[in-house]
């Protein structure tokens, strides 16, 4: 495998579900970002790990919870979440040098498309 | 708060024509820009970046954008497009104090052969 991969690719949950989403990078890179790309808006930053640390949370709900065991892995756990979190979630990751995160190019994997039912 | 614009939603042309897609951003220090794009079925991938030095920046597949700082605009430009360039095209910004990478909300270009 090369590059950034998701797994998996198409998920259908319930409300009342508990489901995690994976990403891993096969690129060396020490930082990984989870986005929420909805139709017709911009893609939303989540959550940002650098160096395994997470830098940034933008004012995700609960029901949204990362983890980062390693800088080649990245989790999006799931639980109890609304129809309204129908998207695609993408997994980025970049070399970041100055401990912040966002500062080079960044590499996305192919998504992970979640339907709420 | 940062924000990036990009005013056409759907572009249409027919293969060979020129294209140029806008894209402006809000803020005034130093900033990183970039242009994505995602072909159907595909996932997202850079297709060219300005970081510092000519802000006429090439990219791959004959794309070329230009920054103009004092429009605060990153624009896309292609001389002759073709079919396979049918595509959605992302700008993203970065920079200021929080330094996040802010997307516009694309254009989707479809090229008729």
């Known amino acids: 495998e090369t590059g950034v991969t998701q797994t998996p690719r198409h998920l259908v949950m319930g409300m009342t579900n508990k489901k995690s989403l994976k990403c891993e990078q096969h690129l060396g890179h020490n930082a990984m970002y989870w986005y929420k790309q909805s139709a017709k808006k911009p893609l939303e930053l989540m959550f940002v790990y650098s160096l395994e640390e997470r830098v940034e949370n933008n004012s995700v709900p609960s029901r949204f919870s990362p983890e980062c065991p390693n800088s080649s892995h990245l989790f999006l756990h799931l639980h109890t979440l609304q129809p309204e979190d129908s998207a695609l979630y993408l997994c980025?990751?970049?070399?970041?040098?100055?401990?912040?995160?966002?500062?080079?190019?960044?590499?996305f994997g192919p998504g992970t498309r979640l339907t709420v039912l | 708060a940062q924000s990036v614009s990009q005013h056409n939603h759907h572009v249409i042309l027919s293969e060979a024509a020129s294209l140029e897609l806008g894209c402006n951003y809000s803020y005034g220090g130093t900033v990183n820009l970039f242009w994505y794009v995602q072909y159907p079925g595909q996932h997202l991938q850079l297709l060219l970046k300005?970081?510092?030095?000519?802000?006429l920046v090439k990219g791959i597949k004959g794309f070329e954008a230009e920054f103009i700082k004092s429009k605060f605009s990153f624009n896309l430009r292609k001389p002759s497009v073709q079919w396979s360039d049918t595509a959605e095209y992302f700008c993203?910004?970065?920079?200021?104090?929080?330094?996040?990478?802010?997307f516009g909300t694309g254009t989707l270009l479809a090229v008729q052969p």
């Open positions: 300005y970081f510092s030095g000519d802000p």
């Open positions: 993203a910004v970065n920079g200021g104090a929080t330094n996040k990478l802010i």
């Open positions: 980025a990751s970049s070399q970041d040098h100055t401990g912040q995160g966002f500062y080079n190019e960044q590499f």
